[in-house]
């Protein structure tokens, strides 16, 4: 009880130290609530994000290599940011009066990191039974669980992710285990009390969905439906008719009146992502499954915003580019299961060269840390196959593709003017394993600081741990 307490002591003392609002109301303003008129209740957020941004400085940050997260290098630059946005990019930029300006000498600069494939929160540190919350395997389908309904905010891993990996953005998801896994959520990296708190104003909600291994193994074990891939898309065609037919009776309510239909609050989200509301998050890995997938969302008439994992996107990229749907994949984690077998450490490479929308992610608190990595990984072994892509059109699949798969690429995702100030400053070039953020500001505030103790505000339960400032 102590640590605790100490912890949420600690915590707050960060907070102070780095100015920073931790949750909403804190200004004396009170959250806005959802109407509880009955229409559109699918897109209705009845936990709206009372996200603040963190107050910051204007910074003037020069003498950098740039990746604008575009595609675009800029050697010997500078970036201006001011009031939580960026201001300017180029080479010859003039800092405003009380600016603070960084000379960054030697060193990289790039938009915040941004992962679409993240459990932190519902299955965060300590990996313990009790904290386990991201599979709701009660059922095959399980669309009515929310992932924000399980996250932790003091889980240790989002200021690992912040310190070590750049992340600034981040999609949480419910687990593989059901054929329909509930809603995600997309968080800003920031520290605060709740997860409101952290929720990305404005970003669509996710649906997450899984084919193959998973859900057959989980469910087909147990001596229930469904066993085989044929029975997970029969599931999924009979959960997608009902969710039409739910949806017709919705829209018949509000153009005609008259007494609402029955909420059914699993059917309000397929509704939403009917509406091209909600985007479809699918863990996939064969091609064949993903082709079926596919098929399927033009038999319902909804579309698939990314599939994850997607080992073997790489046989039909011309599909996934056709379908405006990317594909997010990790650089070489493959062979580990029969589904996993055929993929290759040039996936990444042959999607950039073939047009389609790709993105590298983690799905693991560790992987999370060095995403700059896996991309260098990925780079590495496309090269050796003959596909020459630059450092900084790759810097594309670390925060642009990913923003424009979770739908906030008008706001993140690169280093424009006008969008939110979510900048990373690198130590040395961030493709080198040597390499590691020296400073993080989110939404132009500066949250992480290499070089001072101050700015790195750690969770209660790694109190008394080195680094923490509460060992003497």
């Known amino acids: 009880m102590m640590g605790h307490v100490r912890g949420l002591r600690l915590l707050a003392g960060a907070a102070v130290a780095l100015s920073l609002v931790a949750c909403g109301g804190a200004n004396g303003e009170r959250p806005k609530t959802a109407s509880s008129t009955p229409g559109k209740a699918y897109s209705r957020d009845p936990y709206p994000s009372t996200y603040h941004r963190y107050p910051g400085v204007p910074t003037l940050v020069r003498n950098v290599t740039v990746f604008d997260g575009e595609g675009g290098r800029i050697d010997n630059g500078a970036v201006l940011f001011a009031d939580g946005k960026?201001?300017?990019?180029?080479?010859?930029?003039?800092?405003?009066?009380?600016?603070?300006v960084v000379d960054g000498q030697g060193k990289w600069i790039t938009p915040g990191v941004i992962d679409i494939h993240s459990h932190l929160g519902d299955y965060p540190s300590p990996g313990i039974r009790a904290l386990s919350d991201g599979n709701e395997a009660t059922a095959p389908v399980t669309a009515d669980v929310w992932a924000e309904h399980s996250v932790w905010p003091q889980d240790p891993g989002f200021?690992?992710?912040?310190?070590?990996?750049?992340v600034t953005t981040l999609q949480i998801l419910p687990g593989s285990a059901n054929l329909f896994g509930g809603r995600s959520v997309v968080l800003k990296n920031v520290y605060s009390r709740t997860t409101q708190g952290m929720k990305f104003p404005g970003a669509p909600y996710g649906l997450k969905m899984a084919c193959?291994?998973?859900?057959?193994?989980?469910?087909?074990?147990?001596?229930?439906?469904?066993?085989?891939r044929m029975g997970n898309i029969a599931v999924d065609r009979a959960t997608w008719a009902k969710a039409q037919?739910?949806?017709?009776?919705w829209d018949k309510y509000e153009r005609d009146g008259g007494d609402p239909p029955e909420r059914d609050i699993a059917m309000d989200t397929l509704r939403g992502v009917l509406a091209g509301e909600i985007r479809v998050q699918n863990h996939c890995y064969r091609a064949d499954e993903m082709a079926n997938v596919l098929d399927m969302a033009k038999e319902f008439g909804y579309h698939v915003t990314a599939f994850h994992h997607a080992v073997e996107a790489y046989k039909i990229a011309d599909l996934l580019k056709a379908s405006d749907t990317c594909a997010a994949v990790w650089a070489d984690w493959y062979g580990f299961k029969m589904e996993s077998y055929d993929g290759i450490g040039a996936n990444l490479a042959l999607l950039e060269k073939a047009g389609t929308c790709a993105m590298i992610h983690s799905d693991d608190a560790n992987g999370i840390?060095?995403?700059?990595?896996?991309?260098?990984k990925a780079l590495s072994a496309g090269r050796r196959a003959g596909i020459d892509i630059s450092d900084a059109v790759a810097w594309k699949w670390l925060s642009l593709n990913p923003a424009r798969a979770l739908g906030i690429d008008n706001q993140t995702g690169s280093l424009k003017p006008g969008k939110m100030a979510d900048v990373v400053l690198w130590n040395g070039n961030p493709f080198s394993v040597y390499t590691r953020p020296e400073k993080v500001w989110v939404d132009g505030a500066l949250l992480y600081d290499a070089n001072d103790p101050k700015r790195r505000p750690v969770?209660?339960?790694?109190?008394?741990?080195?680094?923490s400032g509460d060992v003497k």
Do not use: C, H, M, W
């Open 86 to 100: 960026i201001v300017a990019i180029g080479q010859t930029l003039d800092a405003p009066a009380g600016a603070s």
């Open 159 to 166: 200021s690992r992710a912040l310190a070590n990996g750049g």
């Open 212 to 228: 193959g291994e998973n859900p057959k193994r989980v469910y087909g074990s147990k001596g229930r439906e469904r066993s085989t």
């Open 245 to 249: 037919s739910y949806k017709r009776k």
């Open 369 to 376: 840390q060095r995403l700059n990595q896996e991309v260098a």
């Open 459 to 467: 969770s209660d339960f790694e109190l008394g741990q080195p680094g």
